[in-house]
């Protein structure tokens, strides 16, 4: 599975967009870019997935880049609920679905 | 609602008294897995499940062992518990292997070994 790289923490203020970048270099041509978030100890939330074209859910909107080697996950208007962990995920073989380190989010007010 | 329900959230146990941690998901998904969560090192799959009947090994099995003899049902056995294995437990399902089907996790089992 293709490894990720995300930035350690960001800041954004509240209803703004938020947009948080993962690179991905490594994916290979059937590897799903997948992003969760873990908001303190809860279980991590599942908030939206894609192969190849942008995704857009209630949640956010996933863009990909034409190579595939980076994506953006954009909250388009964040609020205070939304400080959590965000995880960007790269998963071919779904047995192993490695979670790293991911992006401490701080929504300021 | 559509979920994953891990028992119990909090649970304080000696080493060595045999425990079990349930997880049940009412989805009808045939892919199950547990994973271990500690600081600085992210989250770690310890058992998987394809399927009834079916499990494998993850990153970190040893002193762990699962089954899955129902569908819905995934429980957690730790036999002999020790102190290294206190830490934050999540149990995790999925429709299928079929690429694109994401996990749902569960809200977790916040495990001390004493």
């Known amino acids: 599975d293709a490894k990720t790289t995300q930035p350690t923490s960001m800041d954004c203020a509240e209803g703004r967009a938020a947009n948080l970048p993962c690179n991905h270099s490594t994916i290979s041509g059937n590897e799903y870019v997948y992003w969760y978030r873990q908001i303190h100890s809860q279980g991590p939330q599942y908030i939206i997935h894609g192969l190849k074209n942008n995704e857009t859910n209630e949640m956010a909107s996933l863009i990909i880049t034409e190579d595939r080697k980076s994506s953006t996950l954009i909250l388009p208007h964040a609020t205070l609920r939304d400080t959590a962990v965000y995880y960007c995920i790269v998963n071919g073989n779904f047995n192993k679905f490695y979670f790293g380190s991911g992006t401490k989010l701080n929504v300021k007010p | 609602e559509a979920q994953v329900t891990q028992n119990p959230r909090y649970l304080i146990t000696v080493t060595g008294k045999k425990l079990t941690v349930t997880c049940s998901q009412n989805?009808?998904?045939?892919?199950m897995s547990w994973y271990r969560q500690d600081p600085g090192l992210g989250l770690r799959q310890i058992y998987y499940?394809?399927?009834?009947?079916?499990?494998d090994k993850g990153d970190v099995p040893e002193g762990y062992k699962v089954s899955r003899k129902e569908k819905r049902n995934f429980p957690l056995i730790l036999e002999s518990p020790s102190p290294n294995q206190t830490s934050l437990y999540f149990c995790?399902?999925?429709?299928?292997?079929?690429?694109?089907?994401?996990?749902?996790f569960g809200n977790g089992t916040r495990l001390t070994v004493t």
């Open positions: 989805m009808n998904h045939e892919y």
């Open positions: 995790a399902s999925s429709l299928s292997r079929v690429l694109g089907s994401p996990l749902h």
């Open positions: 499940s394809m399927n009834v009947e079916v499990t």
